[in-house]
């Protein structure tokens, strides 16, 4: 017994000694002199702002710094400390960092070229994780990155003004990368989609949208060696056919927004990841109809379709989807009778400026109660508002203006819906007094106007009185 809690003692008293080597002198004066050199906002900062070479925390310790058990610093994270000009480049202690595993200087302001003593310290060594995303560093990289270690396997350079041609970067960077995310830059070239699906074995997310890009795909069906695929975002990306992402078996987010594709939407696409999509944006671009018959995916809850020219039935999405965007189309027909029943659960639903005619659907009113956000404006819609709207407690946002819809304005618009911030009921063909709640005094006549036989606050026409309306009818 004594000696159980003599050798508990040995090992759990000494076990912070052990583990706390302590910060390794060249690792502190390293990272003070990278302080030395960095401009950052001090009053943004909270960790950079710590580093002391008077303090009595060790630099192990230090914000945004982790250590091995050697003390050798394996982790700077250094993200949103409102650090601005170019990234420092005195080779001291970039080579004093080779131990680096991450890093991370995201979301400041750095501009410049990444320097290439960052570079050829660090990718030859241990990094794995590089992120500079979100600043302002322009110029080539291809040439900079050269010798990247097989370790290096997520790298997000997005959201800045790098340069140069894609293809010749891409070949220096191992085949180990699991994420790569490059959009927002300015890289130029085209771009064979299954040579970077069949070197990148290993890829878990591909972004590539809005460069200067053209990306297409060789072959009908991309190559499936690659196991792991879970999302291909090519927004912007000048293509003009869509690639067969059927045997992306683990695909769950794939956006082709912004992009030159047209004709049918094949009916595959929604078998691609094995059935387990979940996000699908194919907004912005020309296609016509969808393939039948198809079969949403029962997963999806983002398919974002809007501004193409879909024509025909509107399509029932999945029970589960959460924000649905079909506006901008010309589908020319009425919104399905029971399509309120499986918006149950979604929160967004747009449908505007799309030729659709018929009646609001009571399904909707009814039963698609989780709505924030329902824009029906700028089509044909006829009759009248149901006074069941009053259900839709969660509604933010209504816009069913430019229609020509009729009746009266339901008492329960204004009672029921007490989250109402945006409402548009303009130009339709609605009539009688608008009602003077409460929750409706923060709405302007912009909400109201244009129809004829609307009266009442916040518009300037008086209704008339109730023995007129008698007499006029
Ligand atoms: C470092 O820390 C000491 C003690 O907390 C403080 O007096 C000193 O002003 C700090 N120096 C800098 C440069 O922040
Ligand atoms: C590449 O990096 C390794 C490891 O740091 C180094 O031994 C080798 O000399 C480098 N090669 C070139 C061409 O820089
Ligand atoms: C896609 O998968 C199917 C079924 O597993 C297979 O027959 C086909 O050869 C695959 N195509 C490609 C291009 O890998
Ligand atoms: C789809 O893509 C467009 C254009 O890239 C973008 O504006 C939109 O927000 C995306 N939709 C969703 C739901 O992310
Ligand atoms: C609303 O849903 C209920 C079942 O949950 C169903 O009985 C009813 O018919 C639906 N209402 C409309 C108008 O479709
Ligand atoms: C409602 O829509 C009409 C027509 O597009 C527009 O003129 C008006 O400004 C909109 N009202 C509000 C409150 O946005
Ligand atoms: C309201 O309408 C009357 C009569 O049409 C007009 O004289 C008056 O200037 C209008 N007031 C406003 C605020 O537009």
Known sequence: MVIFIYWSFLLFGLLPFVSAAGCLNDQKSALLS???????DALVSTKLV????????ECCDWGGVTCDESGHVTQLNLNKEGIRGP????????????????LNLAYNSLDGNIPKSLLINLLPSSLEDLDLSNN??????????????????????SRNRLEGP??????????????????ANKFTGSVELDMMVAKFKELYALDLSYNHLTVYAKNNALPSMNTKLNSLMLASCKMQQIPDVRNQSTLKMLDLSYNELSGEIPNWIWESGNGYLRFLNLSHNRFSSLQKPYTFP??????????????????????????????????????????????RSTLYFSISNSRVV???????????????????????????????IGNMKDLGSLDLSVNMLTGNIPGQLETGLTSLSFLNLSYNHLSGRIPQGSNFQKFTKLSFEGNEGLCGPPINKTCPHAHYAVVGA
């Open 136 to 157: 302002r560093l322009s110029g080539q990289i291809h040439n900079l990155f050269i010798n990247v270690s097989s370790r290096l396997r997520n790298l997000d350079l």
């Open 50 to 57: 710590g580093w002391n070479q008077s303090t009595s925390v």
């Open 298 to 343: 029962f997963l999806l809850d983002v398919l974002d379709l809007h501004s193409n020219m879909l024509q025909g039935d509107i399509p029932v999405p999945p029970r589960r989807v959460y924000i649905l965007d079909y506006s901008n189309n010309y589908f020319k027909s009425a919104i399905p009778v029971g399509f309120g029943n499986v918006l």
């Open 358 to 388: 018929g009646v609001i659907p009571q399904s909707i009113t009814r039963n698609a109660t989780s709505l924030r956000f329902l824009d029906l404006s700028r089509n044909a819609l006829t009759g009248p508002i149901d006074p069941l």
């Open 34 to 40: 990278l302080k030395n050199d960095l401009t950052y």
């Open 166 to 183: 894609l293809t010749e970067f891409i070949l220096k960077l191992p085949a180990t990368i699991s994420t790569l995310a490059l959009s």
């Open 87 to 102: 990234i420092p480049s005195a080779h001291n202690y970039w080579e004093g960092l080779k131990n680096l595993q991450y």
